[in-house]
């Protein structure tokens, strides 16, 4: 189970929306063990595509960096897929690196009605999890 704030649930969105027709990246911090997500930082999607993101390596260590300052650790990874289901591709699976986060995808094959849903990827088996919005 992940709980999300509707605002950062409200910015997910908002981000990919703003990055489609490409796929958009993010991602969220706060507290593992106490399961509580409090920020969401967007990404650029180095890729540019619609079929694939890759987060920018400096970005991401300004990120990692900008949460250890704030005191949390990275809780989710969050990215859109704007023709496909919300669920992880092949790729999604093998670059999924990080066992104890979220891995979050919207759907946006229906722009006006998105589809967010959450997953743990370990050892390449992908296990999905609840998303409550408080
Ligand atoms: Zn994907």
Known sequence: MIHL???????MIAH???GFPNEACGILGGDLKKRITSKFFPMRNLDESSISYFMDPKEQLLVLKKMREMGIEMTGIFHSHVASEAAPSQKDV???FYPDVSYLIVSLSDINKPILRSFKIK???IIEEEIEIV
């Open 94 to 96: 093998r670059l999924a």
């Open 123 to 125: 050892d390449e088996k």
């Open 16 to 18: 990919a929306k703003a």
């Open 5 to 11: 704030s509707k605002s950062i649930y409200g910015a």
